[in-house]
């Protein structure tokens, strides 16, 4: 079941956007009480997040950008890139290392730009970085612990990768939470978009072993045949199913909305309106 805790999450929720031209109408058309974030990929490239950002921005929404450390070139872009945002107003920051294949200049990584950033004057307020509960596929655990443990020096809270497993992520909760990680977390959560084009994009975005979990679980054959979309409620309810969100430093979702955005709202209207404790259907 829902408690009222977590559906004040799911309404609190991030709703991140793919900056696909001719989407600024979509995105403009959200709830204008949803935080949007804004993703950076080496197929669009920085400029574009930029732009839908101020165009966010410049309409009163609260918005978070992804700032890919392996497409900014040296100090100066950064410094350019901090000065845009400020002259835009956005306090907010979302860094990651990048899908790049090879860095545009000096940034390698996403701890290296949290580096730079701490020694340049700028307006960002919060830093979120990413975390990987099942992994990466090209960075040892070990390593992305060192990391995350290294970049919470800089950064004000977490998001997960897109996950699907329950037990994996509380499980993976528990073993940074005694390594010493207190960031606090944003869970991934995949919005309610068609089973069959979820599964399609989270193989694309590398969370193959949530996939094939979901896969396995009852009745998905039937959802795909009929078309039917992801219910995200369901995955939540087994995480907080005796899980604390104050003690877990769980603050809050990142929902993937594959710019599903009219879905992602609906979902969110749906489970507030749900919010009495009854079962899920």
Known sequence: ??????AELVQAAHIEVI?????????LGAPPAVPITITCSPKFGLERTLLFTEIAAAAGRRVIPHLAA????????LREILDRLGAAGVPELFVIGGDATEPAGTYAGSAELLEAMSGLPHGISRIGVGCYPEGHPA???????????????YAGYMVSQL??????????????RAAGVTLPLRIGVAGPVQMRKLIELSMRIGVGSSVR??????????????GSAYRPERLL?????????????IEGLHVFSFNQLALAAGWQRRIAASADGAELA
């Open 1 to 6: 079941m829902i408690t009222d805790a977590v």
């Open 19 to 27: 900056p696909l031209l001719g989407s600024e109408e979509a995105m």
């Open 70 to 77: 392996r497409q900014v070139r040296d100090e100066t872009m």
């Open 139 to 153: 960075i040892p655990d070990d390593r992305l612990l060192a990391d995350l443990l290294h970049k919470q020096k």
């Open 163 to 176: 996950c699907f497993d329950a037990t994996a992520l509380l499980r993976w909760i528990s073993s940074i």
């Open 213 to 226: 979990y979901l896969t396995k679980q009852h009745g998905l054959l039937g959802q795909l045949f009929r």
């Open 237 to 249: 309810a087994r995480i907080f199913d005796g899980t604390s969100v104050t003690s877990s430093g």
